[in-house]
Structures are given as C-alpha cells and as structure tokens.
C-alpha cells in the first residue's frame, strides 16, 4: 500500500498536499472519539507537502515514502513539536530544535509529518492513558485499550488516520498494540536500528514500524534501518538476510511460566497454530514454558532493568520529588526502581547473558518459537480497574528485549471481546528475515482487514 500510495505521488496522480489534507480531515472527523493525537503540525504540514509537489513538478525525487503523512510517537522528537513524553513533568515543554533519530530518516524518504501519537506515561504501560492527555481508545472496541506504549500510533493506523506511524519497543510496546489493533509489527534484531538518544532502558529499547501489510513493514524497516555514532550496539551493516524457511516451529502458551492463559487467548492460539502448521508445512513442536527459561524469571529481572535505568535517567531527587504528580501506574514502576539495591539490578542485567544463550540454544539457526502475543483479551482503555498497572502475567513480550531476539506480532482472528488476537513469532538473532517471511506467508494464506470496522484504511 505504501510504495503504490507514494509512486502516485512521485508519478503525480495524487498530490502530496491532497494526501496531507485527507490525514487532516480524517484525524479531525475521528480522533475525539479515540484520542490518539496529541499534537497537530497541520499548516507546517500542508506547505511542506506543497513544496514537494513543485519539487516533484521540476523532476526531483522526493524518496520511497513520497508524501506520506506521519504521525510521530510522543517520546520521540520532532521538530518544532514539545515532546511530553505523556508527562505533567513535560507539560511546558519547549518545541523540539530537530527531528529524532527515526522521524528524521522517514521524513528523508519522503514522508511528511501531520502530527504526535499519544503514549502512557514515560512509555511505561501496555494501556495507553496519562494524566497530561487521558486515555486512547482502541478503535475496534472503544471500550479497550490498543494497548502500549505505541497505542496511540496504533490506533491512528487501525482507524486510518495517517499513512504511517512511529513506534519503539523496549518491553513489547510495537508487539502489544499491534496485537490489540490488528496490526503486523516488528521489535527488529536489537542493534539493527541505531539508537539516538541514549534510550531510558539502555539494552532494551530499539525502534521498529508497525503497519497494516507485510510489504508495508518491510519498506518501513528498510528506512530505518542503519548504525549511528555513538550507539555501542548498533550493527555497521545489515546481516546477511539469506531468507528461506523455518526448519523448526516450536509452540507455547507462554515464554514465562506464569499458568494458563486466558481461556478465550487459548482458543485462538490453538486455532492459530493449526493453521500455521499448513501454511509452513512443519509439524509444530510443543514446549513447555518452563523449560524455556531456567536462569531465572526474565519477566521479573525486565522490571528491575527497565525501573532502575529509567530512575537514574530521570534523577532520584526529581522522581521522589513528583510521586504525587506521576500517574499510579509509572509511580508504581519508579517505586520499584527506588527499592532496588545496587546488587540485585547489576545481578538481573548478568542473567541476560544466560537468557540470550537459553533462546540461542533453543531456536538455532532456523528454529521460530510461536506464543500468543497476549495472554489476556483485552483490558480497560484506562488500564485496570484493580490496580495501577499490567501485571507481568499478561504479556509475552519482555523476554525478546533482553535478549534481542526479533519477534513479530501477526493478526490471527478476532476474539470474543472484539479486539483481534494476535499470533508472535520469534526467530533467531540477525534473521528477521526469517520472521518476516513466515509474517509473509501467513498473510497470504490468511489476508487480515487493513482497518478496524467501520475505518477506511489510508489507502482508500
């Protein structure tokens, strides 16, 4: 959808300004009842989409992304745009000087920024509400949450709102909203997109896309792909991607033992790996979670990382200070970090080593481990009504961040509460390739709708 929408453009049979102004039109139209966009660059917008419909006039070629409108997650920069990380603490702002690492190499291809994406509070939860914005409605169920951190990104893309959406994954937050938005999305190899600025969970955080095809997220990731000085991890080059098969699919309901998952998540997985053993033509392996892991609890050891290293970025002194103005839930979150001694976090970041080696070991040089995205099907758009935040419980995405294992989340039906399921598989290290063609494979033998119901995806 994308490289046709822009080779219209290029071809000038659409104008970049016309696609610009339909983003606008549609956020206007459908935003308040989602709440997805919290800032607007609409005449900013409008003339550099002008501009490269003269540019394109005189024979220039604006890039891959021609005129596509994008909409910029709030913890990322953007240029001339306050970057509030969802946070009263970052209310006042002032306009970001130039654009991120990653907005500024989509706009280099040729996308156009229209506006930023709500997120939770310092992009902490899997629901996407703060007390600076309110809450995000997943607009297949307005009643839910298009999950987090990049919900507001999701929901702008299910409801067809713009063309493209960022998004970044430190512990799930590209896999869980395009679980929650039946979306296609990808958290990379870590290393593959360099890092600028430093992320506030240090080894666990890389950008990735999330989109509504296959094709899609390829095209996004080919953009975003590339080292940048001063990462420690970032890879100089692409790893050779020799494509092919899987040569082992190994299945489980969860890669942390926390019990069964929810009933109606089961069902479909079921369903879903039955049908992934026709498309792949593999008989599918059972395995049980607790055999995957058995250093340790990686679910447990992500809070005491990501908490931590997020409190030292923020300041001790500036987190005690604002407890009362947090959200409960990154109040929770930075509670666990103020408890945390020296020893018990240095001791979590060296049981890495052993998870990385245990998910080495396990899917080889071709194996892909198959879980539900989520383990629950679905929750308040205002996040739970019991308690500040998500338990560790509900997901099956932290693990792949300490290890750095690429996953992607494939939409795999709908469940009883109206929110799609979603199917992740995860691959070995440096073969997103492989992943990526499974992703292909399953969405030709089972084509998933490019927007939620009752939402005209962008290309229409």
């Given at each position: 959808?994308?490289?046709?929408?822009?080779g219209?453009?290029?071809?000038?049979?659409?104008a970049a300004?016309?696609?610009?102004a339909?983003a606008?039109?549609?956020?206007?139209?459908?935003?308040?009842g989602?709440?997805?966009v919290?800032?607007?660059?609409?005449d900013d917008?409008?003339?550099?989409?002008a501009?490269?419909?003269e540019?394109?006039a005189?024979?220039?070629?604006p890039?891959?992304?021609?005129g596509?409108?994008?909409l910029?997650?709030?913890?990322?920069?953007?240029?001339?745009?306050?970057?509030t990380?969802?946070s009263?603490?970052?209310?006042?702002?002032?306009p970001?000087?130039?654009d991120?690492?990653?907005?500024?190499?989509?706009?280099?291809?040729?996308?156009?920024?229209?506006?930023?994406?709500?997120?939770?509070?310092?992009?902490?939860?899997?629901?996407?509400?703060?007390?600076?914005?309110?809450?995000?409605r997943?607009?297949?169920?307005?009643?839910?949450s298009?999950g987090?951190s990049?919900?507001?990104?999701?929901a702008?893309?299910?409801?067809?709102?713009a063309?493209?959406a960022?998004?970044s994954?430190?512990?799930?937050?590209i896999?869980?909203?395009?679980?929650?938005?039946?979306?296609?999305?990808?958290?990379p190899t870590n290393g593959?997109?360099?890092?600028r600025?430093i992320?506030?969970?240090i080894?666990?955080s890389?950008?990735?896309p999330?989109?509504?095809?296959?094709?899609?997220?390829?095209l996004?990731?080919?953009?975003?792909?590339g080292?940048?000085?001063?990462?420690p991890?970032a890879?100089?080059t692409r790893?050779?991607?020799?494509?092919?098969?899987?040569g082992?699919v190994?299945?489980?309901?969860r890669?942390?033992d926390?019990?069964?998952?929810?009933?109606?998540?089961?069902?479909?997985?079921?369903?879903?790996?039955g049908?992934?053993e026709?498309?792949?033509?593999?008989?599918?392996?059972?395995?049980?979670?607790?055999?995957?892991?058995?250093a340790?609890?990686?679910?447990?050891?992500w809070?005491t990382?990501?908490a931590?290293?997020?409190?030292?970025?923020?300041?001790?002194a500036?987190?005690?200070a604002?407890?009362?103005?947090?959200?409960?839930?990154?109040r929770?979150?930075?509670?666990?970090?103020?408890?945390?001694?020296?020893?018990?976090?240095?001791?979590?970041?060296?049981?890495?080593?052993?998870?990385?080696?245990?998910?080495?070991?396990?899917?080889?040089d071709?194996?892909i481990?198959a879980?539900?995205t989520?383990?629950?099907?679905?929750?308040?758009?205002?996040g739970?009504?019991?308690?500040?935040?998500?338990?560790?419980e509900?997901?099956?995405?932290?693990?792949?961040?300490?290890?750095g294992h690429?996953?992607?989340?494939?939409?795999?039906?709908?469940?009883?509460?109206?929110l799609?399921f979603?199917?992740?598989?995860t691959?070995?290290?440096?073969?997103?390739?492989?992943?990526?063609?499974?992703?292909e494979?399953?969405?030709?033998?089972?084509?998933?709708?490019?927007?939620?119901p009752?939402?005209?995806?962008?290309?229409?």
């Open positions: 959808m994308l490289r046709t929408l822009a219209a453009v290029r071809r000038r049979e659409i300004r016309e696609l610009v339909r606008l039109e549609r956020i206007e139209r459908h935003d308040p989602i709440g997805a919290v800032f607007l660059r609409a917008a409008l003339e550099e989409a501009r490269m419909d540019a394109i005189r024979g220039e070629d890039g891959p992304l021609a596509l409108p994008l910029v997650k709030d913890i990322e920069d953007l240029a001339g745009a306050p970057t990380f969802g009263l603490l970052f209310a006042d702002a002032p970001a000087a130039d991120g690492l990653v907005p500024g190499r989509l706009r280099r291809a040729g996308a156009i920024p229209v506006g930023k994406t709500n997120v939770p509070e310092f992009a902490i939860e899997g629901f996407t509400a703060n007390r600076l914005f309110g809450a995000t997943n607009p297949w169920a307005p009643a839910l298009p987090g990049s919900g507001g990104s999701a702008a893309l299910a409801a067809g709102l063309a493209i960022t998004a994954d430190g512990g799930g937050s896999r869980i909203p395009a679980a929650c938005c039946g979306l296609v999305g990808i958290k593959l997109v360099g890092r600025p992320p506030a969970w080894d666990l890389t950008d990735g999330f989109a509504t095809t296959v094709e899609d997220l390829r996004l990731l080919d953009v975003e792909i080292p940048v000085a001063g990462d991890a890879l100089p790893p050779p991607w020799p494509g092919g098969e899987p082992r190994l299945a489980a309901p890669v942390v926390h019990g069964p998952v929810a009933p109606e998540v089961a069902t479909a997985f079921e369903a879903a790996l049908a992934l026709q498309i792949l033509g593999l008989e599918i392996t059972p395995i049980e979670p607790a055999a995957i892991f058995r340790g609890n990686p679910d447990d050891d809070f990382i990501a931590t290293e997020h409190l030292e970025q923020l300041g001790r500036v987190v005690e604002n407890l009362e103005r947090l959200h409960p839930s990154s929770a979150f930075f509670e666990i970090g103020l408890a945390t001694p020296l020893e018990r976090y240095l001791a979590a970041r060296r049981r890495r080593f052993d998870y990385v080696r245990e998910l080495d070991e396990l899917l080889g071709d194996g481990l879980t539900p989520l383990a629950w099907a679905g929750w308040p758009a205002e739970p009504a019991d308690a500040p935040g998500m338990p560790a509900v997901f099956n995405t932290a693990v792949q961040n300490l290890t690429p996953a992607v989340s494939l939409p795999a039906g709908v469940l009883p509460t109206g799609p979603g199917l992740q598989l691959g070995p290290r440096f073969r997103d390739d492989l992943v990526l063609d499974a992703a494979r399953w969405e030709r033998a089972r084509p998933w709708t490019p927007a939620a009752g939402y005209e995806p962008f290309d229409a």
